[in-house]
């Protein structure tokens, strides 16, 4: 059976790196763990660092924090499986079952990409405009090779930039619902005036990379059109 690289970017997530990082590790489709930490002020660093000591993962340091899609492009790189897996470093009741739903429909060529949504946020899942920007998806390394390069410049739009990708291109995306998963918002985890700037950072990085691929936005209508 193909095995899988999980990949998993961290920026500041001393609270639950650790367990993120062991819960990949104990899964029977992956194979290979790899930890890029973007460059965290906390002792992010340090725990991935220690636990590098006690499990098998590949762990890279950025000295200055790049950027999610920057972070993401370097793991992808770097792992050796032809199938990734993405897995945010802030989870919390993130159960065995999760990976093989993210997993096992790549496995089995009934998608190309998978996108898993949380069930425990604040917005109803069902009901959640902003679903296929999250950060557990499974995909082929093959398929996200050709824009690799457009992903170390994209920041916080690397999700709107591989969804607009894989619809100009006509791939197939199957969504699945992690239940009882756990995603916090940054107004849980920073105050709300942090949490508000930072929204609004991320909001921008997203509009610049959907007007810098423009192309793919027209793509992607023509094939909804088409199709």
Known sequence: MNKASAIICAYNEEKTIESVIRSANENYLINEVIVVNDGSTDNTGKIIESLKNKIPITDIH?????????????????????????????????????????????????????????????????????????????LKKADIIPIINKMKKSRFGVETLINLYYQSTGKTVEYVMLKGLVHPTKFQKTSLINASKQFVSEGHEIAITALNNYDLIIKSIRNLIIG
């Open 62 to 138: 950025l000295i200055k924090n790049k950027g999610k899609g920057y972070a993401m492009a370097i793991g992808i790189e770097k792992a050796l499986n032809d199938i990734i897996v993405f897995i945010d470093a802030d989870l919390s009741n993130l159960n065995q079952n999760h990976y093989y739903q993210l997993v096992v429909p790549i496995i089995g060529n009934k998608a190309d990409m998978v996108l898993g949504q949380a069930t425990e946020t604040i917005i109803n899942y069902k009901l959640n405009p902003f679903k296929s920007i999250t950060g557990e998806r499974a």
